[in-house]
């Protein structure tokens, strides 16, 4: 019986390790923080720091905006989406950054418009998360050392509209912008012209009309950018799938700076 019972404690043992690695290897590499702003309004969110970071370097931004779905205040659903692409190992050697996941709260948008419009102007000032969402990189720019050169957005859905709302408060923040269904202003194209952006929609796309994505595009054109467009054939709503599955997404991305 004591040899047996050994047996089960080593095979318990071996069970949770591996249970616990095979979490740590998920979700858990993204660190659960919140961020609280001056008048102690909250944001939770989720960090991804470089694979072998070392502090006498700096190391690109990027921010992650998530859709509708994953809105709450779990600081979990946010990563369900599109997050695991810079997880890969292959990524994480070969484009060491940071990576921010913030969480919307239900009933919030990180732009306070609606999704199925065929257009929209910026609101003057943003909603609440977004404004929260940028106060965030603020902060840890004073905290992690992060080369400002090379801050990046991406999103997709009501994340995409939040990629778009991102860069045209702030022109002059971000390398590289990375709008997956989503939709922008596009009186304020003149703005964001010369930033590099990627944009992808599907041509089926009936909850986020696929022309906000051609229109911006083709307002971005007038205005003298050359932004990079992928309409996907057959596709609906889910371009995020096909977007962060893209190989060479990531290459394009880190190729950007300021």
């Known amino acids: ?79 369900v989406h599109g997050t695991k692409l810079f997880l890969k190992e292959e990524n994480l050697t070969k484009y060491p950054c940071f990576v921010v996941a913030p969480q919307c709260p239900s009933g919030k948008q990180w732009v306070d418009t609606p999704w199925g419009n065929d257009s929209h102007v910026m609101p003057e000032k943003p909603s609440e998360p977004m404004r929260l969402a940028l106060e965030l990189i603020e902060e840890l720019k004073t905290e992690l050392r992060i080369n400002e050169k090379r801050l990046y957005v991406t999103g997709l859905s009501m994340g995409g509209f939040g990629a778009w709302d991102a860069i045209q408060r702030n022109p002059n923040m971000f390398a590289a912008a990375i709008p997956v269904c989503g939709g922008a202003d596009e009186t304020k194209a003149a703005l964001i012209a010369k930033i590099p952006v990627w944009v992808w929609h599907g041509d089926k796309d009936t909850v986020v009309k696929t022309k906000r994505s051609r229109n911006i595009v083709d307002a971005l054109k007038k205005a003298g950018g050359d932004p990079k467009y992928n309409e996907l054939k057959d596709t609906g709503h889910d371009a995020w799938t096909k977007a962060y599955s893209e190989p060479t997404l990531l290459e394009w991305l880190f190729k950007q700076s300021k």
């Open 1 to 79: 019986m004591p040899f047996h019972a050994r047996s089960f404690r080593l095979s318990l043992a071996v069970l949770l390790a591996t249970l616990l690695s095979a979490s740590a290897f998920g979700a858990a590499e993204f660190e659960a923080r919140i961020f609280k702003d001056a008048g102690g309004a909250t944001l939770p969110y989720r960090l991804l720091r470089p694979k072998n970071y070392d502090p006498k370097q700096v190391y690109p931004l990027v921010l992650f905006l998530h859709g509708s779905g994953e809105r709450g205040n779990d600081n979990q659903r946010q990563l």
